[in-house]
Structure formats: structure tokens, C-alpha cells
């Protein structure tokens, strides 16, 4: 391809995601192919020969758009939110473009500043504590692809540290021990699993009837863990579970994490960012007691997936834990202190320029508009909530302080299935099904972007008319 | 920003992008900036309010462009080609325009199939074993991040299927060793201590005169473990090191591993593209006793960073591994076992449309455009080879089969190190110091798209001219 018809067809491509995105509607909201229809409407042997780039943008439309569960439709409610926006789609297509690695500071170091910046931004633009901030004694933080990677490198640190550093060469795991409640996410047991500590070895504190923990019994299990010889290291509050948008009680955690040594690390991965909204801000109520901390623009603030903002209180255990340092990736700016090499806070060791599309969005917006579009999302959950109070079929099963409502149908489990399955298959709004404390409930994630309230007028008219079903 | 904003800059992004790639010779290939000189130039605290977005342009320009160093200059010799091309930025641009999730089939089926019938493809285009095919009976593929994750993911199969799955629930890991030479990539021991193998457990095998493994003395290693009650699990190979492009010799290495029940994983993420070209498909012996293989066409295809193809002939391992289904994450679709859930295959629960830019790629070039490149690329450095050959002040210090020649002055290691740094100051070419087997080294890598003869002659002039001084 010239650079000429990279113009022509990058004209093609920006005016397509333009008319996409504003014509999102007309789609049903998920996919209606069944597996391998994609598969098939595609060569099964790759070409031989260059075809030209027309036919390429052309099979975006006839055979990627039928295979889209189009998570920028405003009548998507399911999973969580993966809102993105125009400035974010540039700042990924700028990165693209520049097609740098930002592994090390030498390698590109503008990567590596913006996104220090980019961090410290956030941390006053979220009211975070003081010293996860870059020019803190102890601190600091990085872009992670996602709150799984977040949850993992904290374990790794959590597991330094407590070591003294020895799991860098003993690899010894077997007497360390975690604890969540049952409702943290999966990432939780999967990256635990990943860094040596089996489920043998993590703890499900439970929960009260708002799904929070129960520090009590958190003290408690810590102290039997102790009495058998065993090393209680990490525990994990969330604020904001994925199940139910449940908040765990971070202070209180907190003084007991302390107490006993452990590493607290808080997953505020959906809601965190709702803490840009003043009135929101008890999102971060204990924070300043986790030695680690994540949330997602790329959740709830239109930066496009991949931006996971993970935040540490003591980077000398995460970089004890992640640093590896080979001749060839030796600089006179690394050995001089005055520069990062962010490859040592995170898993891999390649990375894009990822702060681009933060930057992008918070200079074209502000933070207004994002805390606008956080409000109106809290509002419009709390109208819904509303709504179905009024009609006697339904419940609501957890508490609802920001843009989660979990229902269900009095009728019972099946009858919950079916009305979530039916609705999903009429394409004009999407849930997700969830078990809570062993019943069958729908979630109503709102946060898309263009999402109003005429979405969620809908949404609720769709419900109530297959519940009468 | 408005659509009619979105198409107006993403125009000029557009023609921003193709002017800085048909015009980056002009730039230093290397930020002249020092520590701190970026962050300076910009705002400390974030703006209140919206800025024009012809600001945030004009500033790529102003503060981004003096902090970056080129990966795209047809000068970048250093570290290993990161190329991009112009069809695969368009990829990057489509996926983050339809921002969907891919972390399972449902989620957005498109993302998946296409992905799938990519890593396919690329096995009929690089001529793997068909057991690495996703309709194979036990294999399959998938598109990662980087080779650290793959390496990651092949360790914690690894681990899965020595135990039989105990890991998950037990994390001991405690008896486990692995083995590599000491020109294996960082992400190796990395990845052993993230999975909790300390380097207490992780054998060093000895090389010969081309840095390759010796397999009798990897054999030695193993019986010795296992004399001492070990348990050896993981062998990796790799086909184009880091520091000098060898080649370990995968089937004596194979035979070995089958043995003695170890998981090889084949670690090809530079070179390997390079068997697109037939002449080249050396690469690939012995694969067919590989266990898991990976290799990046962000290295040496013109696929942007983040893409590596990640392999393996064993996914039940690879799934046993790393699945964990909560009830949010359930679906239909999945439970028939028609569909892939690529999150099982992978360390993060999300997942970009990656394979859009592998796609656009192969379309737009067919597999031709790749192999011309990498013809380029190769018959430049044996050129280059053949002009080092007559200068008597320098040695090639490693085989060079394909793009990287390793070479240092006979004067020592401080004249090589005082010829790198001052040939890196002049800006006009990018090359990597290392050490091999202790003596310093400049790797001349060469792998940009652009990069033709007169670079190469100027970067050798350039060497020579300093040597002098």
C-alpha cells in the first residue's frame, strides 16, 4: 500500500467508524450468528496475492458487522461497560502510526513520560492518595492492559515482599495464603493460580447481605491461617464486584491487613472511575491503606480497551518482583535513576503507547465530560430502579449506589432464565445472567457512551412485556 | 467531539501519519531528549476544561516527536524491527472504531472466528505443523500481546500437565525445574518466576561456538534432577536469539524432552516469520515435537505491535491451565463446544480484535509483500557481512543466517563500547550493545520496512568513520 492510498483508504476508514458509530442503533445489539458462520463466510486458505484494499473495507461491513456484538449500542446493558470515544480511537490510531515500544524509557522515552504524567493526571482527577503519585517517595503507577494483569502483578509484589525477595529464588509459594469473598472476580483466583498459590490457598471470607466482606471473619481466618504456620499475604477488597456492585469495606480491611503484614490490594476496576464525580468520590473511602490499586478508563470513561490504570504504594516490591535486566536492555538513563523502564511494572516486556489515547481524551474533554456521562448513567440506573419497584413480578437483589441493577423475576429461577434469554434474543438490548448467593438474577449494566433515556425506557418495557409472557 | 469533529481530525491524523512515515528520515533516529525534558513540557496538573483538538495535534508534533525514538526509521538497527506498514494501522484503527470485546466467542463472534481462521492461515503461510491447527484434534491457536505472555502461558501448561492439574489447587511448585541457555530471552526467567520457578530451579544448559544448546548436556541436567527427586517440566528452545540470532536444535532437544516427559516450548519470536520465505523455512525444524511454539509479526511483518501468534499441540493442558468460569461469564454457545473462548487461552480476561490488522495485512500484501521485505533484509546483512569482512579492525562475533549481524572491534571492549555510544549520539543510526560470553558486542539488526542499501552502506561508513577517531 503508497502512502497515497493509505491517505485514501484512511479517509474511507475514519468516515466508516464515524457513520458506525452513529448509526449503531440499527443493529440488533448482539450477534446473531451461530458458531463457525464467520468462519465460513471466509476463505479457509489465505490468499496468494495482494487484493485490493476496497474489497478488504468492503468485507468489513458483509462479514465482520454480522459477527459484532456491538458494545458501543446504546441498549447494550451487558457484561460491563467498554465505552469508548472519538479522541480515543485517534490517540490508538496516533500510537499505531508512531508504531513505537515503550518497554524502556530509551526505547521511546516521550511513551514513557506522557504516561507518567498521564497516571499523575489521574491520581488528582480521582482524588487517589498521595503516594501512588510518580513523585511520591515509595509510589507510582503504569497503564496495564486490564485489571486481570493489575490483580496479577500485585500478587507478584504481594509475594516479594513477604519473601523478602525469595520467590525470586526458591520459587517457594506453599505456605502463602489470600483471601477475597466469593463475589471478587475471576481474575482474583485465576492470577492467584498463575503466581503459585492454589485454591487450596485462597480464602472466601464471606460477605454480608450486601455482598461486602465481613472484616471480622476476615480476621478470623488470618489468625487460624497463622495457628496452622501458614503466611496470610495478599487480601483483595473490591469496590464495585462485577457480580452485584458490591463495595468491601477498604479501612476496615485495612487496619487488619496491617495488622497481620498482608498486602491490600483494592480492584475498583468497573467503578473506580466513577470517583471523578465529586459526590461519587467515597468510591476511594480506605485507600489510603491498599498498597495497590486499579481501575479502568477503558471501562468507564471513553478510552477505548486497552487501559487499565494499576497504581502501587511500594514500587520497590513490584519492581523486585518484575525486574529482569539482560545486557541488551541496559541505559545510561536507567542506571542514572532519573528514568523508568516500565517493562519492569508489568507481566510482558513489549509495549504500545497507550497513554495517547488517555491524553487524547481527557485534553479534548476535560474530565467533564466524562463526569457528566457518569452521572447520567448513576441517574438513569436509579430511575430504573424506580421503575421496577413499581411492579410487583420483579425484585431488585442488591443495593444499587451507582450504575448496576441486579433483578429478578419473584416467578423463580427458570422464570428468571427464560425472560434474560428471550430479551437477549430480540436484539433490542442485551443483559448479562448471574447467580447470586445461588439465584438466578439479571444484570442491567448502563454505560455506553451514547446511552439515554429512552434506551432504558425501552429496556424496561422489553422486560416487563416478556416477563408477562 | 462531534462525528463531524471525528472525521474532520481523523483526516488530518490520517495524512499526519503518512507524512511522518514517507518523511522519518529526517528525524534523528534516536530522542535526543534527556530524563525529565518531556514531562517538562508539559502541564503538571490536567486541564479544568476542553482544549481545541487542533492543540492536541499540534502537540504530537511540539512534545511528542522530540521524545520519540524512531522504530520506523529505515536507520533503526537496535534491539529488533518493530515494522509496521499501512494496512496494519488501519487494522489497529477498525478494531478500536468497533470497540468490542473478545475475551469470549459470545462477546462479539467476529473477533474470535476471524482470529482463529488468522492463526490458520499463518500456520498454512509459515508451513508449521498441522497439529497447531485450530481443526486439528488437539491444538489450536491464538493471538497474544508479546512472546513474554506466550512463554508465560507455555510454563503454566507446562505445569498443569506435570502434575495433572494438582497445581491449581495445591500451587506447589516446588519440585519443578526448567531449562534454557543462557541466550534465552529475559521473558524466560520472567515467566519461571511469575509461575513461581525460582532461578534456584532453573538450569542454565550449556552452549556451543554458535550459542546453540548442547542437548547432551541438557540430557545430563535432566538425569541429574531426576536422580535428585526433581521433577523436570519445561525446556525451551529458541530459533533466532536475542542477543545473536542462534538456532537451538529442536529435534535433539525434542527427542530428549519426549524422554523424559518435559514440555518444549519453541520460542521463535524474531526469526520465525522469516519461514514465510520457502529458502528460509529452516527455521522451522524439528517443530514437530514442539509442545507450544510462538512468533511475532510485530517483529518482521508489518503487523503493529501488540501481535504474537502463540501455538500450541496441547490445549487441554493450555486450558486447564488457565479457564475459570464464573457464572457471568457462562454461555450456550460455549457449553455446545462449537465456540473458542479465546480468555481461557490466554493471562487477561479482555481482549482487542487484534486479528483485524494480521487480516489486513495478508489481504493487502498477500503473503509476497512479508517475504520481499524479509529477502531484503536478509541479503542486506550478509552484504554487510561481506564490507565487515574486509575491515581488519572488526570481527563478526556469531553466525548471521538472516537479519542481525553481531560484530566488535578487535581493539576490546571499551573501543566497542565507546564506537556504539558515539556512532548512537550522531543520531543517524540506532545500534544495541550486548555481551557475548562476556565480551561487548553491537548487534546491527536490520528490519525496518523502509531500510534498503544506502542505509545499511551509510550505517557501515558511519562504524567505520568512528572506529577511526
Redesign the interface.
Known amino acids: ?7 485514501l ?3 474511507t ?6 457513520d ?3 448509526g449503531v442503533e440499527q443493529y440488533p445489539v ?2 446473531q ?7 465460513a463466510s ?1 476463505p ?8 485490493p ?1 476496497a ?2 473495507l468492503a468485507d ?1 461491513d458483509r ?10 449500542h446504546p441498549s447494550f446493558m451487558a ?1 460491563f461497560p ?9 490517540g ?3 500510537a ?6 515503550g518497554m524502556s ?7 514513557t ?2 504516561e ?2 498521564m497516571m ?3 491520581q ?2 480521582l482524588g487517589l492518595p498521595e503516594r501512588f503519585r510518580s513523585t511520591s517517595a515509595t509510589g507510582g503507577g503504569v497503564i496495564h ?5 493489575a490483580t ?1 502483578a500485585s500478587i ?1 509484589a504481594a509475594r516479594w515482599r513477604v519473601t523478602g525477595g ?9 505456605r ?1 495464603v489470600a483471601y477475597s469473598t466469593s463475589q471478587a ?3 482474583i ?2 492470577g ?10 485462597l480464602r472466601i471470607v464471606p460477605h454480608d447481605a450486601s455482598f461486602a466482606m465481613l472484616p471480622a471473619e476476615l480476621e478470623r481466618l488470618v489468625e487460624a491461617d497463622v495457628a496452622a504456620g501458614l503466611t496470610p499475604f495478599w487480601v483483595c477488597c473490591t469496590r464495585g464486584t ?2 452485584t456492585m458490591a463495595f468491601d469495606p477498604v479501612a476496615a480491611v485495612g487496619a487488619i491487613a496491617q495488622r497481620h503484614g498482608l498486602w491490600l490490594h483494592v480492584d475498583a476496576a468497573m467503578s473506580g472511575i466513577g470517583a471523578l464525580a465529586p459526590e461519587f468520590r467515597w468510591i476511594n473511602d480506605g485507600l489510603e491503606f491498599a498498597d495497590s490499586y486499579c481501575t479502568n478508563p ?1 471501562k468507564w470513561m471513553g478510552v ?3 487501559c487499565d490504570l494499576f497504581y502501587t504504594a511500594d514500587r520497590t516490591a513490584l519492581l523486585g ?2 525486574s ?7 541505559s545510561a ?1 536507567a542506571e ?1 535513576g ?2 523508568i523502564d516500565y517493562r519492569d511494572w508489568q ?4 509495549r ?1 503507547f497507550r497513554a ?1 489515547k488517555l ?2 481524551t ?8 466524562a463526569i457528566a456521562m457518569i452521572r447520567r448513567h448513576v441517574a438513569l440506573t436509579q430511575q430504573l430502579a424506580d421503575w421496577v419497584a413499581t411492579d410487583d413480578r420483579f425484585q431488585i437483589v442488591a443495593p444499587h449506589p451507582l450504575n448496576l441493577l441486579c433483578v429478578r423475576l419473584k416467578a423463580g429461577d427458570s422464570a428468571t432464565d427464560a425472560l434474560i434469554e428471550r430479551a437477549n434474543a430480540t436484539g433490542r438490548a442485551l443483559f ?4 447470586i448467593d445461588g439465584a438466578v438474577a439479571c ?1 442491567v449494566s448502563i454505560g455506553a457512551r451514547t446511552t439515554d433515556e429512552r434506551h432504558v425506557r425501552a429496556a424496561w418495557e422489553l422486560l416487563k412485556e416478556l416477563a408477562a409472557g
Open positions: 500500500m503508497t502512502p497515497d492510498d493509505f491517505r483508504h484512511g479517509h476508514l475514519i468516515d466508516w467508524i464515524a458506525y458509530l452513529e448482539a450477534s450468528v451461530q458458531p463457525g458462520d464467520i468462519r471466509l479457509e486458505h489465505p490468499p496468494t496475492a495482494a487484493e484494499f474489497n478488504v468489513l462479514v465482520v458487522m454480522p459477527g459484532i456484538t456491538h458494545w458501543q457484561y467498554g465505552n469508548s470515544s472519538y479522541p480515543a480511537i485517534l490508538e490510531l496516533a499505531a502510526g508512531l508504531g513505537v515500544q524509557w530509551v526505547t521511546s522515552p516521550a511513551c513520560e506522557v507518567t504524567l499523575d493526571w489521574m488528582e482527577l492492559g486490564s485489571a486481570s494483569e496479577l507478584l525469595d520467590i525470586n529464588h526458591t520459587g517457594d509459594t506453599t502463602l472476580h475471576s481474575g483466583e485465576k492467584l493460580r498463575i503466581a503459585g498459590i492454589g485454591t487450596e490457598h462485577t457480580s477503558h477505548n480497551f486497552d518482583a518484575l529482569i535486566l539482560p545486557e541488551y536492555l541496559r538513563a542514572s532519573k528514568a507481566i510482558p516486556l513489549g504500545r495517547l491524553w487524547f481527557i485534553r479534548a474533554g476535560g474530565a467533564d465530560d448479562t445472567r448471574t447467580v444484570r
